[in-house]
C-alpha cells in the first residue's frame, strides 16, 4: 500500500503533464500524432516509476496498414500504460465519454484523437458507434475490451455485443490481445502495487465481413482464451 501511495504522487503530476503537453501538441497537430506520442511517453515513464516490464509477442502477426480493431482482456489499471507501449501502431481508444469530461486529461484524449461511447441511453449510445464505426473505417485503428470493466479473478468476463457491432459496422479486421500479469501487479479496487511483468500476445487477425456476430464473439474469445494463463 504504501508503495502505491508514493507512486501516485509521481504519477498524479506526470499524468497532468503529459495531458498538457498533448493539449498544446494537438494544437499543431490535427493527426492525433502529436498527442499518440505524449501517450507513449506517459506510458513509458509510468510503467518505469512503478518498475513493470512489458513483454510482447505476435507482434509480426499484426497488420502494419489498414485499420483494425484491437480486443482482449481486461486485467488491471496498467492494462492501457502497457498497450499504449506495446502496440507499435497509432492508434486510438474507444473510452467512456465521462473520461472526456476530466479537465486537461479529458481534452488530451480529443487532441490524441480518441472516440468517446456515450452508454448513457440507447439512442446516444448508437449514434456515439455509428460515429465510431465512420472514424475506423476511415482508418482510425482503435483499441477496445469487450468486456467493458476489469476481471476480479482473471477469469474471461462476459463479452459485451456492442464492441461486435461496431466491428461489423467498420468492417476492418479484429486483432486480438491477452494481457497476463496485470492483475497481480495492481489488483482490482485496492490500492496496492508491486513491480512485475505484463505479458501481451498478439493472434492472427480475424476478418468481419460475412461473419455472424455471435460467431464472431466466439472466435475473437477463443483466440483471447487461448493465451491466457490460469492464476
Known amino acids: 500500500m504504501l508503495r502505491a501511495r508514493i507512486y501516485l504522487l509521481f504519477f498524479v503530476p506526470y499524468t497532468l503533464l503529459c495531458s498538457l503537453a498533448a493539449v498544446i501538441g494537438g494544437l499543431f497537430d490535427a493527426s492525433g500524432r502529436a498527442g499518440h506520442a505524449c501517450a507513449r511517453v506517459w506510458s513509458l515513464g509510468s510503467l518505469w516509476a512503478a518498475r513493470i516490464k512489458v513483454e510482447v509477442e505476435g507482434l509480426e502477426l499484426v497488420p502494419t496498414e489498414g485499420p483494425v480493431i484491437y480486443m482482449g482482456n481486461h486485467q488491471g489499471n496498467f492494462d492501457i500504460l ?8 497509432l492508434f486510438s481508444w474507444v473510452a467512456k465519454e465521462e473520461l472526456f469530461r ?4 479529458g481534452a488530451a484524449m480529443r487532441r490524441a484523437g480518441y472516440i468517446p461511447l456515450d452508454r448513457s441511453d440507447g439512442r446516444k449510445a448508437l449514434k456515439s458507434m455509428n ?6 473505417a476511415a482508418g482510425a485503428s482503435v483499441v477496445i475490451f469487450p468486456e467493458g470493466t476489469r476481471t476480479k479473478d482473471g477469469a474471461l468476463l462476459p463479452f459485451k455485443r456492442g464492441a461486435f457491432l461496431l466491428a461489423v459496422k467498420a468492417g476492418v479486421p479484429i486483432v486480438p490481445f491477452t494481457i497476463n500479469g496485470s492483475r497481480a501487479i495492481n489488483p482490482r479496487n485496492r490500492i496496492e ?13 480475424i476478418e468481419v465481413a460475412g461473419v455472424p456476430e455471435a460467431e464472431l464473439l466466439e472466435r475473437v474469445r477463443s483466440a483471447i482464451a487461448a493465451k491466457l494463463e490460469v492464476e
Open 193 to 205: 502495487l508491486r513491480p512485475g511483468t505484463i505479458r501481451i500476445s498478439f493472434a492472427a487477425p
Open 82 to 89: 502497457a498497450l499504449t507501449r506495446a502496440i507499435p501502431r
Open 102 to 105: 476530466v479537465p486537461v486529461f
Open 131 to 136: 460515429q465510431a464505426a465512420q472514424r475506423i
